[in-house]
């Protein structure tokens, strides 16, 4: 069976390549779902919709541009016995 810091790595690795304009990668949880043989392992992270040119400044200029990001949280899915990519779903908050 896979170690959690496997899982983990195997998520993070598809995160990268799924979303190429993520940043400020946060581990939020991961947890082995043994009935259903995986383990789903949550990244909060944030993705710029802007182009990069834009930097802070301020009043309106800087509320354009913190609104220009947006914190995204995904649940991805690895297989726990070979750590392959199974699925990806949003992340539902209690």
């Given at each position: 069976?896979l170690?959690?810091?496997?899982?983990?790595?195997?998520?993070?690795?598809?995160?990268?390549?799924?979303?190429k304009?993520?940043?400020?990668?946060q581990?939020?949880?991961?947890?082995?779902?043994?009935?259903?043989?995986?383990?789903?392992?949550?990244?909060?992270?944030?993705?710029?919709?802007?182009?990069?040119?834009?930097?802070?400044?301020?009043?309106?200029?800087?509320?354009a541009?913190?609104?220009?990001?947006?914190?995204?949280?995904?649940?991805?899915?690895?297989d726990?016995?070979?750590?392959?990519?199974?699925?990806?779903?949003?992340?539902?908050?209690?």
């Open positions: 069976m170690t959690f810091k496997k899982a983990i790595k195997s998520a993070e690795t598809t995160l990268h390549e799924l979303q304009g993520a940043e400020d990668i581990l939020e949880e991961a947890i082995l779902d043994e009935n259903n043989g995986y383990y789903a392992i949550t990244f909060s992270y944030f993705l710029k919709r802007g182009s990069s040119k834009h930097q802070a400044g301020e009043g309106l200029k800087e509320l541009f913190l609104m220009s990001n947006r914190k995204v949280y995904k649940t991805f899915l690895i726990e016995e070979d750590g392959s990519f199974k699925g990806l779903r949003n992340y539902e908050m209690a």
